[in-house]
């Protein structure tokens, strides 16, 4: 069945780094395009950045470009997202997801459990 699997996630003071990493089973990696989303305690889920099933688009919210980087591996099955320069406003549950087609604008099948980001100093 399909699972993704989110890790990397910790407490990081203000400016620091860290990156995610959602490993992916049950379906065709290779095929579908993958996107990190999260939620802020109290708030509803925001979409933060998508990568096509080749790598070869990104696309990131307005708050995060500049400062996160999503890739992937698809030899891996793994999908990654680096996060620079963090801000206490990042803080959040940070979960992948994998959509039905190779494109970021349609729908997502499933979303993982989550990997909590704290950035406080």
């Known amino acids: 069945q399909l699972q993704l699997v989110e890790s990397g996630g910790g407490l990081v003071q203000p400016g620091g780094s860290l990156r995610l990493s959602c490993v992916a089973s049950?379906?065709?990696?290779?095929?579908?395009?993958m996107s990190w989303a999260r939620q802020a305690p109290g708030k509803g889920l925001e979409w933060v950045s998508g990568?096509?099933?080749?790598?070869?688009?990104?696309y990131y919210l307005d708050s995060v470009k500049g400062r996160f980087t999503i890739s992937r591996d698809n030899a891996k099955n793994t999908v990654y997202l680096q996060m620079n320069n963090l801000k206490p406003e990042d803080t959040a549950l940070y979960y992948c997801?994998?959509?039905?087609?190779?494109?970021?604008?349609?729908?997502?099948?499933?979303w993982g459990q989550g990997t909590l980001l704290t950035v406080s100093s």
């Open positions: 049950g379906f065709t990696f290779s095929d579908k395009a």
């Open positions: 997801g994998n959509h039905n087609y190779d494109t970021v604008y349609g729908p997502v099948d499933a």
């Open positions: 990568i096509k099933s080749d790598g070869s688009a990104t």
